[in-house]
């Protein structure tokens, strides 16, 4: 089946001379779903030290971390070359041009300050984070949906999505497949695993893991940057950038689960 993108006007509503973008209101929409989720995970039993409150200042470091690391990270990725040339389109952000892998390296260190800050261990609160990553991410990817932009490749079967801003081929609609796994699968599957105590680390870890792939997988179906194309292998920025993420992901729960178990009371221990 053939469907065409419906070309939505980017401008959800004027207010003055002011224009509201769908984009910033997805931003927005993530915004609001982590604070909502996180106030609910702080009072499970077994969060100790964490108070519903807690995720308001959170959140208030996060959002710097997502945007000047996700700015910065699209133009030390992305278009270096032309950013070094027009420095002051660095700026120009309503123009577009986010990183996801910028943006989660601002997020790391504004974690760290937090945590700083608060007096708390940095994989304690990434791993209290975590869980809550991918609703933000969902959020973003359809606010990309509905912008009619980073479409996939083209499917060369009998179905797919025409985008008329791009051209008449049947495309794979490669947001709507992120925003359902780097997004709700994801989300579940973080969820579901963080329902219980898990050893420091292996929440942080499985993020990585999680998104690393669902990320990889995905850019099989998605367009490569016109400006960069493909890269040595075959592959896109995006999965070069993704792999050391599974790497880094698999090494953290290992490590986290090898700590456990190093400092759990033996049996003997238990009946001194």
Same mark, same amino acid.
């Given at each position: 089946?053939?469907? =065409?993108? *419906?070309?939505?006007?980017?401008?959800?509503?004027?207010?003055?001379? $002011?224009? %509201?973008?769908?984009?910033?209101?997805?931003?927005?929409?993530?915004?609001?779903?982590?604070?909502?989720?996180?106030?609910?995970?702080?009072?499970?039993?077994?969060?100790?030290?964490? !108070?519903?409150?807690? =995720?308001?200042?959170?959140?208030?470091?996060? =959002?710097? /971390?997502? %945007?000047?690391?996700?700015?910065?990270?699209?133009? $030390?990725?992305?278009?270096?070359?032309?950013?070094?040339?027009?420095?002051?389109?660095?700026?120009? @952000?309503?123009?577009?041009?986010?990183?996801?892998?910028?943006?989660?390296?601002?997020?790391?260190?504004?974690?760290? $300050?937090?945590?700083?800050?608060?007096?708390?261990?940095?994989?304690?609160?990434?791993?209290?984070?975590?869980?809550?990553?991918?609703?933000?991410?969902?959020?973003?990817?359809?606010?990309?949906? #509905?912008?009619?932009?980073?479409?996939?490749?083209?499917?060369?079967?009998?179905?797919?999505? #025409?985008?008329?801003?791009?051209?008449?081929?049947? !495309?794979?609609?490669?947001?709507?497949?992120?925003?359902?796994?780097?997004?709700?699968?994801?989300? @579940? @599957?973080?969820?579901?695993?963080?329902?219980?105590?898990? *050893?420091?680390?292996?929440?942080? /870890?499985?993020?990585? %893991?999680?998104?690393? =792939?669902?990320?990889?997988?995905?850019?099989?179906?998605?367009?490569?940057?016109?400006?960069?194309?493909?890269?040595?292998?075959?592959?896109?920025?995006?999965?070069?950038?993704?792999?050391?993420? #599974?790497?880094?992901?698999?090494?953290?729960?290992?490590?986290?689960?090898?700590?456990?178990?190093?400092?759990?009371?033996?049996?003997?221990?238990?009946?001194?």
């Amino acid at each position: 089946m053939i469907v =065409v993108h *419906p070309s939505f006007d980017p401008v959800a509503v004027h207010v003055g001379p $002011l224009a %509201i973008r769908w984009y910033g209101l997805m931003y927005l929409v993530g915004f609001v779903l982590v604070v909502a989720f996180g106030r609910a995970r702080a009072k499970r039993s077994f969060m100790t030290g964490w !108070r519903p409150q807690d =995720v308001d200042d959170m959140l208030f470091y996060g =959002v710097f /971390g997502v %945007i000047l690391g996700g700015r910065l990270g699209y133009v $030390l990725f992305y278009k270096f070359g032309y950013y070094l040339a027009h420095p002051l389109e660095i700026f120009a @952000v309503w123009e577009g041009g986010m990183s996801f892998h910028g943006g989660f390296l601002g997020v790391l260190v504004a974690m760290a $300050l937090y945590a700083h800050a608060r007096h708390k261990r940095w994989l304690e609160v990434t791993d209290f984070i975590a869980p809550l990553c991918p609703l933000g991410l969902a959020a973003g990817r359809l606010g990309n949906f #509905i912008n009619g932009e980073l479409w996939g490749r083209p499917t060369g079967g009998d179905w797919g999505m #025409i985008f008329p801003a791009v051209d008449n081929l049947p !495309r794979h609609p490669s947001q709507l497949y992120e925003l359902g796994l780097e997004g709700i699968v994801l989300f @579940v @599957v973080l969820w579901t695993f963080s329902s219980r105590p898990r *050893p420091l680390g292996a929440v942080s /870890g499985l993020f990585l %893991i999680g998104y690393g =792939v669902a990320r990889f997988t995905v850019e099989f179906a998605r367009e490569p940057d016109a400006f960069l194309g493909y890269l040595a292998f075959g592959l896109t920025m995006g999965q070069w950038l993704s792999l050391p993420m #599974i790497v880094a992901g698999a090494l953290m729960m290992a490590w986290a689960y090898r700590r456990a178990r190093r400092t759990q009371p033996t049996i003997i221990d238990r009946l001194k």
